[in-house]
T-cell receptor
């Protein structure tokens, strides 16, 4: 069974701090990795995608991928209360199916 | 314009009833999906269609039947609803049939079976 594991949280950080969200996956053949943000009662929306080892930065968000360790993370710099949401890690195995983690709840305190 | 729209947003119904959820996307995508998100927030794929053809059919009860009249629409029909079917159902679409592309989600349908 292919799995994507995330700490469910909640992860609580003060405003302006760096929030670090982690995800591990079991399928070594995975090729694509996504972070979705889901506000309460809303649908998931893509915030980052990463396909090769290393870091990818987009504004305050940085995705980090380490395929050898089967580990992907999302860093949010200068966290804002509006970043409070559930962050879903999603992993694609190159086939048709993307596997989602259960999500990590992030709470940014003003 | 809403990219992926699904109706209804809320659906409350009694056990044993049959209900449908409709989904339409105006993104020109070839692939559409149905996901189920339960109370623990796990988002699990149920079905995927590419150009009106079924390409993923996860282990869901055969009471659930997707129908794709064209590549812009993927509807979900559920027969003989059970309490355990209560969840939020998300429709989504992506440009290609594959797990290497991002999915765009509809606003979700909260189904409550009483």
């Amino acid at each position: 069974q292919k799995e994507v594991e995330q700490n469910s949280g909640p992860l609580s950080v003060p405003e302006g701090a760096i929030a670090s969200l982690n995800c591990t996956y079991s399928d070594r053949g995975s090729q694509s990795f996504f972070w979705y943000r889901q506000y309460s009662g809303k649908s998931p929306e893509l915030i980052m995608s990463i396909y090769s080892n290393g870091d990818k930065e987009d504004g305050r968000f940085t995705a980090q991928l380490n395929k050898a360790s089967q580990y992907v993370s999302l860093l949010i710099r200068d966290s804002q209360p509006s970043d409070s949401a559930t962050y879903l890690c999603a992993v694609g195995g190159g086939g048709f199916k993307t596997i989602f983690g259960a999500g990590t709840r992030l709470f940014v305190k003003a | 314009d809403t990219a992926v729209s699904q109706t209804p947003k809320y659906l409350v119904t009694q056990m044993g009833n049959d209900k449908s959820i409709k989904c339409e996307q105006n993104l020109g995508h070839d692939t559409m999906y149905w996901y189920k998100q339960d109370s623990k927030k796990f988002l699990k794929i149920m079905f995927s269609y590419n150009n009106k053809e079924l390409i993923i059919n996860e282990t869901v009860p055969n009471r659930f039947s997707p129908k794709s009249p064209d590549k812009a629409h993927l509807n979900l029909h559920i027969n003989s609803l059970e309490l355990g079917d209560s969840a939020v159902y998300f429709c989504a679409s992506s440009q290609e049939a594959g797990s290497n592309t991002e999915a765009f989600f509809g606003q979700g349908t909260r189904l409550t079976v009483v």
